[in-house]
């Protein structure tokens, strides 16, 4: 495409907007409706901080108290040799095993039901 011919589409589609002006924009409904949504989700929010008594201070010291108890749950003092970890990884192998399991029984429990179920197996159904 040579300059000249984009100049001419560029020239050609601005010339349709300025005709058409309606039919290049959203309806106002269209163009306020995410404002409205963004205001009826946010009044909620803002009245239950009140109700609350949400402030910035309360918030910050509620995300230290969070970095207090995430450190608490990788304690620094436990699976320091490898028979402690040993037991960790056969816990989480056991967990995945049992999890792997169950999706198996429930799968081949359920699989008879499924076919019981479809239309096109039993037409009578």
Avoid: C, Y
Avoid at 67 to 74: L, N, R, V
């Amino acid at each position: 495409m040579s300059h000249a011919d984009f100049q001419t589409e560029t020239n050609a589609v601005h010339d349709a907007k300025v005709r058409l002006r309606g039919a290049f924009e959203r309806p106002l409904v269209g163009r306020l409706m995410p404002w409205a949504i963004a205001i009826i989700l946010l009044i909620p929010l803002i009245l239950g901080a009140f109700a609350f008594g949400a402030t910035p201070t309360r918030f910050a010291e509620g995300l230290s108290r969070l970095a207090g108890i995430i450190a608490f749950m990788f304690p620094p003092h436990i699976w320091t040799t490898w028979m402690e970890w040993q037991e960790v990884l056969e816990g989480l192998g056991q967990t995945i095993v049992m999890a792997f399991l169950g999706t198996l029984l429930g799968a081949a429990a359920l699989l008879p039901l499924a076919l019981l179920g479809a239309k096109n197996i039993i037409p009578f159904g």
